[in-house]
């Protein structure tokens, strides 16, 4: 490893020079070397960076030696439906392809916009490759819409995938992505650039052991009249960030923004988003709903961003609930709405607290036992988040209720 | 078949702890319905919340059994097994969680609890038309979340309807007439009175009188100041509506 090479990182831990030299033992590429520095400019994200105060990769990335974790099932998988998969070993795709949908795997890398934004982005980016495709394109056309999942899992030390979607004009994309963690580090970056009048329906389950650290990162650009629908389910790891990126780029874009997370003891789930409303007359529905037990942290971090000029007549409404199961369960909630246009119509709220005890003690007089009693509740408290999810919503749920009869 | 002997019961905590019961005793034979009248802040309530194990009330002396054996040692869920049902005076509204899931889930839970089978889903939902029916309750009503948007009618007749179909042995019905207009309680009433039974035994919780003529007591309790002064035949409520309040609490000083 040159000296120049160990010197991106400034006071660099374990983990994070074994993250330079992943790098260095990669192709060399002008485009790899800048997406790096935008992740070495930060290094592991941590406490002392903005926006990554309660979510510190630094302090829980201690070493990147593969957890021995056994492989865990995948709700989302489907049969009949085309399923790309990143493991650290290797990437496969079917033989065939739905109509409507184009892959090409490419061994060099892709430069990303607003890498230094993104820092685990920038990394899953520049790590990408080797034994998987540099940069996977996925091409949309329009017609019938297509359907496609996803699997990120271990066994392994890092996985690094990156997938660049382009959604034609009229296109039409159901996706889906199961996070199975299995690594030491798991980094994907999933982009989306939607063109006028695409439809996007994302669904993002995500899962992980105590000893992993995942960041998901989804970078989605919506041009005229696209629309998305965006559903996560976090079980969260040691650590692991969900977050999205979102930018009206032309007016009538809408998204919806759903998002659940459940975190037990010794595991925290990271949602964060950012909406940028760049174009007049966009839409925003967010609703973000958690719960954590004993030990457990959850954090939410939303920003909507409405430019004076560009961000005229924006109708956006952020929400976020959190329910505290247990003693000793945290949740960090940082909701912000920075707003500089005057016509525009944005609310937000932000609640975290406990089960209602009235509403315990009515279900308990009927014959429901304390621990069953919580778990409806509380599935009931998040139901509202995963009722996007359309065909997966069921499976979804059926993961929650596991969850909850467990941490029960 | 209920028996409640000198039960005596805070609520508060430390130097704030305050006597709610005081030496409360009163027994219920099976197959009677008894009324417990008394002004507001006499304790009525909170008797239906010591009696089901609500939080926040603690018994600091004497007992309370259900057919012999001690309900006050029992978590609530418990207590609701050994057939111990409690109509809200406020029932609370449970968003997400529809009515037929709830009662199915919770009747299946108090078989569970005695060792009995599950109902089958058909059994259920035949039994739960019955009763709407009888009640007068839109079917639709049951799909939607537990009395999420429900009026306070609706809410009371949604209480009958759970005692319908869970079958408790001993009812504790407490205000399930404020609210109703007459239609209402006598369609409440009519419920209630089908449950009669000589194996089953109910305390009927109100202010008024109104309630029972619907519901004929065998015996009437007056309760002041946490405990029973004053126990007497249905003339007891006619003489208390007539007279108020102050007259009987008056007498037993």
Same mark, same amino acid.
């Given at each position: 490893m040159s000296t120049a090479l160990k010197d991106l990182i400034g006071n660099p831990t374990i983990a994070e020079l074994e993250l330079v030299a992943r790098f260095a033992a990669l192709k060399a590429d002008a485009r790899r070397l800048r997406l790096f520095e935008a992740f070495a400019q930060t290094g592991l994200p941590g406490r002392r960076i903005e926006g990554w105060r309660w979510t510190d990769f630094k302090a829980a990335v201690t070493s990147l030696d593969a957890p021995t974790t056994a492989p865990v099932r995948d709700p989302l998988a489907r049969d009949g439906v085309a399923t790309l998969r990143f493991t650290p070993a290797r990437y496969t795709a079917p033989a065939s392809l739905p109509a409507g949908l184009r892959l090409l795997a490419k061994d060099e890398v892709q430069a990303m916009g607003g890498a230094e934004d993104a820092p685990l982005g920038a990394l899953a980016a520049a790590l990408s490759g080797g034994k998987t495709p540099g940069t996977l394109l996925v091409e949309v056309g329009a017609g019938a819409p297509a359907h496609l999942h996803m699997v990120f899992e271990g066994p392994g030390a890092i996985n690094a995938a990156r997938v660049v979607f382009l959604l034609r004009p009229g296109a039409e994309l159901h996706v889906s992505e199961s996070h199975l963690g299995g690594a030491a580090l798991s980094a994907a970056l999933v982009e989306f650039t939607l063109n006028k009048g695409a439809r996007l329906h994302r669904t993002v389950y995500q899962i992980g052991g105590a000893s992993e650290a995942q960041a998901v990162t989804a970078i989605i650009e919506q041009d005229a009249d696209a629309e998305s629908f965006l559903t996560t389910l976090a079980l969260g790891a040691r650590i692991a960030r969900l977050e999205t990126r979102l930018v009206h780029c032309e007016t009538g874009s809408k998204a919806t923004i759903n998002a659940a997370y459940l975190a037990g003891a010794g595991l925290q789930a990271d949602i964060t988003t950012h909406v940028r409303h760049g174009a007049p007359s966009c839409v925003t529905r967010q609703l973000t709903k958690g719960a954590v037990l004993d030990g457990g942290r959850g954090v939410f971090q939303g920003k909507f961003h409405v430019p004076r000029t560009s961000g005229q007549q924006t109708d956006a409404s952020m929400q976020h609930n959190a329910l505290l199961l247990e003693e000793g369960a945290e949740v960090f909630a940082r909701p912000e709405l920075e707003i500089l246009a005057d016509d525009v119509q944005c609310a937000h709220g932000n609640t975290s607290g406990a089960l209602d005890a009235a509403q315990l003690f009515y279900l308990r007089q009927r014959g429901i036992p304390l621990t069953q009693a919580r778990a409806m509740l509380t599935e009931a408290f998040i139901a509202q988040a995963l009722e996007g999810a359309g065909e997966l919503e069921d499976a979804l749920r059926a993961e929650a209720q596991a969850w909850l009869n467990h941490a029960a | 078949m209920l028996k409640i002997e000198n039960l005596t019961a805070t609520v508060g905590e430390g130097e704030d702890a305050k006597t709610i019961l005081n030496a409360l005793s009163l027994a219920v034979p099976a197959g009677e319905v008894h009324a417990i009248m008394g002004p507001n802040?006499?304790?009525?309530?909170? &008797?239906?919340?010591?009696?089901?194990?609500?939080?926040?009330?603690?018994?600091?002396?004497?007992?309370?059994?259900?057919?012999?054996?001690?309900?006050?040692?029992?978590?609530? %869920?418990?207590?609701?097994?050994?057939?111990?049902?409690?109509?809200?005076?406020?029932?609370?509204?449970?968003?997400?969680?529809?009515?037929?899931?709830?009662?199915?889930?919770?009747?299946?839970?108090?078989?569970?609890?005695?060792?009995?089978?599950? @109902?089958?889903?058909?059994?259920?939902?035949?039994?739960?038309?019955? @009763?709407?029916?009888?009640?007068?309750?839109?079917?639709?009503?049951?799909?939607?979340?537990?009395?999420?948007?429900?009026?306070?009618?609706?809410?009371?007749?949604?209480? @009958?309807?759970?005692?319908?179909?869970?079958?408790?042995?001993?009812?504790? &019905?407490?205000?399930?007439?404020?609210?109703?207009?007459?239609?209402?309680?006598?369609?409440?009433?009519?419920?209630?009175?089908?449950?009669?039974?000589?194996?089953?035994?109910? &305390?009927?919780?109100?202010?008024?009188?109104?309630?029972?003529?619907?519901?004929?007591?065998?015996?009437?309790?007056?309760?002041?100041?946490?405990? @029973?002064?004053?126990?007497?035949?249905? %003339?007891?409520?006619?003489?208390?509506?007539? %007279?108020?309040?102050?007259?009987?609490?008056?007498?037993?000083?």
């Open positions: - | 802040g006499a304790g009525k309530s909170t &008797l239906s919340y010591v009696l089901t194990g609500r939080e926040g009330y603690a018994v600091t002396g004497g007992s309370a059994t259900l057919n012999g054996a001690d309900i006050l040692a029992l978590e609530p %869920e418990a207590r609701a097994a050994a057939g111990l049902f409690l109509s809200f005076q406020y029932p609370v509204e449970i968003p997400g969680v529809p009515v037929m899931t709830f009662v199915r889930t919770a009747m299946n839970a108090q078989r569970k609890a005695r060792g009995e089978t599950e @109902i089958s889903a058909p059994d259920f939902i035949k039994k739960s038309r019955e @009763i709407a029916r009888v009640l007068s309750l839109d079917p639709e009503m049951l799909k939607r979340p537990v009395n999420v948007g429900f009026s306070g009618g609706e809410k009371k007749r949604l209480e @009958i309807y759970q005692m319908m179909m869970l079958e408790p042995r001993f009812m504790v &019905l407490d205000e399930t007439d404020s609210g109703l207009d007459i239609d209402a309680l006598r369609t409440v009433a009519e419920g209630v009175n089908a449950l009669r039974a000589p194996d089953r035994g109910m &305390l009927v919780i109100t202010h008024y009188q109104r309630l029972l003529d619907y519901i004929k007591p065998d015996k009437v309790h007056v309760l002041a100041r946490g405990r @029973i002064i004053r126990t007497g035949g249905p %003339e007891l409520a006619h003489r208390l509506e007539a %007279e108020g309040y102050d007259g009987v609490l008056a007498e037993a000083v």
